[in-house]
């Protein structure tokens, strides 16, 4: 009983381990989808929408859905008719999703198992601060995506109005670990979570690093007032 609530209070740290991030996620498998839910005030459904809508895809495409988690967003993005596969390093998130009618596999962001030029579209939601170099994962997912082929980037970010910045940093800290307390398996990793999310740079930033990355005409989205960004971009053909 002394393991289980060890491995339940466990909490990846802002170095980012790949092998203490992949065991936090295991932690917080079993209820994440409900636990985002809640602390998105159930704004996660509308993110999904938008994302999908961004990549603009097609019948017959193939779509990699990178840190796919349960693979909730794969699902949404196969509403499209594109043949999406759902990639996360966390075996436990995909172990949670294995329900749903969606190809999964496991998958380091940073050394993708998969060919050069493989997927017209790359998506990641949620899941570039979690990478230990974001900026290598973005080189990745330039190697396989086909040229022409277009990359959408879902992540937290800065809320550009600042009086709600000051709310929103103040929610993140003190109301999220508590609320998370409430419904998540693991909710000592909601705090590196949160804390994540303030670290994490803002939108122009994140532009300039996904073009110093090799994609082309990088453009953001705010949504939420800026909580929530969306970046997209495309390789050159």
Do not use: C
């Not at 436990?92 to 294995?98: D, P």
């Amino acid at each position: 009983m002394a393991k289980i609530r060890q491995r339940e209070s466990f909490r990846a740290q802002l170095d980012k381990q790949p092998r203490d991030v992949a065991s936090m996620f295991d932690g917080v498998a079993k209820r994440y989808d409900l636990t985002n839910s809640v602390i998105s005030v159930g704004q996660d459904r509308y993110w999904r929408w938008v994302t999908r809508k961004a990549l603009g895809l097609r019948p017959g495409e193939r779509v990699l859905d990178l840190a796919a988690g349960t693979g909730v967003s794969t699902v949404d993005l196969a509403k499209s008719g594109a043949w999406v596969l759902a990639a996360d390093f966390s075996q436990g998130m995909l172990s949670a999703g294995r329900h749903r009618n969606v190809p999964m596999v496991a998958a380091d962001a940073m050394a993708l198992p998969f060919a050069d030029d493989s997927f017209d579209a790359v998506t990641i939601a949620y899941g570039l601060r979690n990478v230990a170099d974001p900026d290598l994962a973005l080189r990745e997912m330039l190697r396989v995506t086909k040229p022409g082929g277009r990359l959408v980037v879902a992540e937290f970010s800065t809320p550009t109005w600042e009086p709600f910045r000051t709310i929103y940093m103040e929610y993140l800290m003190r109301a999220l670990p508590p609320l998370a307390r409430a419904v998540s398996s693991n909710p000592d990793a909601y705090v590196y979570l949160a804390e994540s999310i303030r670290e994490w740079p803002n939108q122009p930033q994140l532009a300039l690093r996904i073009s110093d990355a090799g994609w082309s005409s990088v453009q953001w989205r705010n949504l939420s007032g800026g909580a929530v960004a969306l970046h997209r971009a495309y390789k050159l053909g």
